[in-house]
């Protein structure tokens, strides 16, 4: 393997990388565990003890702008090109803001995803994967990604903010275009350009649908927000563009990722597999498991507020930190044979789902959603195999470690 610092940084910012980041990743958290990659823009951190000092201390490692610094590597003619963009991500929102506007809006939107009201979604959901199953079961195979992994989410997250089914494929496309700037903090100007196609249409589509509920009120999520909005100072109708945005994209793609990669995983793990099928209450755990082994957030950006100190390591205000989340969930001082996928695992205290006041607000209904998809398929196909033992990952998504394609024979 090249020396750290030579061809090493060629190798983190390859198509190989993300494919399989493991190799790289345990190398850096043994050697350099905060480690500056001019190649990304950014410093790495890939010890679990770092990533959680990163998540607590908001003061220092902040949301806010975080996304927008991906163009500030451009000359100012080019730069200008991307005002839009940058106006969008220094407007704050759900996942852009530190305490104490994170605080009000996330109050907001963590009432709307309690256990409690994820759990009376149930019967929808399970209504929703046995005909997305029964389609499949018609042709004999399926390809898991588009057939289940996404249509569940992109449905279940349509249905929750009241966009009409007609509409409801835009999520996807819209989401595919605006993460793949993210993960790197010198994007290429093509995928800069996308997202920002991506997010103007999907901030006017939003537009459209406030107006809508302006003129008509309604009782799905994107109704409760505008009447939020209405009372005055708790939201303001750029805060729920930017929010509306996020629960748009991660409302749906974590879930994507989390059921697909546990199928994938299950079915190329055949002791694992065989150990779910003779016990079946052992579902919940392999979903922690997958959680853990394939963090479908495979990496986090923060924005240095202020100067500080890491693990001998100066970090200045104004630079980009990465979270590498993946690194951290295979951290040996944290987790026994961590390469082993181990649906039995005892202790597991994984951060896919982020740390503090930063844990995912979705994560009961990701949850929830890839339990009943993953339970399903196999309770209904026990047979299920891969047609190809060669897993197709997403390597154009650099902060979601997600397959492209996942082809099974019922």
Not at 291 to 313: F, I, N, W
């Amino acid at each position: 393997m090249p020396a750290i610092n030579a061809d090493f940084e060629e190798l983190l910012v390859s198509p190989e990388f993300v494919a399989n980041p493991y190799p790289l990743l345990e190398r850096l958290r043994q050697e350099e565990p905060v480690y500056w990659s001019d190649g990304i823009g950014g410093w790495l951190l890939t010890r679990y003890d770092d990533i959680l000092v990163s998540f607590k201390q908001t003061t220092q490692y902040s949301n806010e702008n975080r996304l927008g610094k991906a163009v500030e590597y451009l000359p100012p003619e080019k730069r200008a090109n991307y005002k839009p963009f940058e106006d969008h991500y220094a407007t704050k929102g759900l996942l852009h803001s530190d305490p104490p506007d994170h605080t009000r809006l996330r109050a907001l939107v963590t009432r709307e995803f309690t256990v409690m009201i994820v759990e009376k979604m149930r019967p929808r959901m399970l209504e929703v994967v046995d005909g997305l199953l029964d389609a499949a079961e018609k042709n004999g195979q399926m390809d898991v990604v588009p057939d289940l992994a996404a249509a569940l989410p992109v449905q279940v997250i349509g249905e929750i903010l009241g966009v009409p089914p007609p509409d409801r494929y835009l999520i996807r496309k819209w989401t595919d275009h605006i993460l793949s700037f993210q993960g790197v903090n010198k994007p290429s100007e093509a995928d800069l350009s996308r997202a920002q196609d991506a997010l103007m249409e999907m901030r006017a589509y939003i537009k459209g649908m406030i107006n809508e509920r302006r003129r008509q009120p309604r009782g799905d999520l994107m109704g409760k927000f505008v009447a939020a909005e209405s009372e005055g100072q708790r939201l303001s109708e750029a805060e729920l563009i930017s929010t509306c945005v996020t629960l748009f994209t991660a409302g749906h793609e974590t879930t994507l990722s989390l059921i697909s990669n546990t199928i994938y995983t299950l079915l190329a793990n055949s002791d694992q597999y065989q150990l779910l099928r003779q016990d079946p209450g052992l579902l919940e755990s392999a979903i922690e498991e997958s959680l853990r082994y394939e963090s479908p957030v495979s990496r986090q950006s923060r924005l240095m507020k202020e100067d500080t100190e890491l693990a001998g390591k100066k970090l200045k205000k104004g630079e980009i930190v990465f979270q590498m989340l993946n690194a951290a969930n295979r951290d040996p001082a944290y987790f026994t044979d961590p390469d082993k996928f181990d649906i039995q695992r005892k202790k597991n205290r994984h951060i896919a789902f982020g740390n503090g006041i930063h844990f995912c607000v979705g994560a009961a209904l990701s949850r929830t959603e890839s339990t009943i998809a993953v339970g399903t398929a196999l309770k209904r196909f026990p047979n299920l195999r891969l047609v190809d033992d060669k897993p197709d990952w997403d390597v154009s998504k650099r902060n979601s470690r997600v397959l492209r394609s996942l082809q099974v024979q019922l």
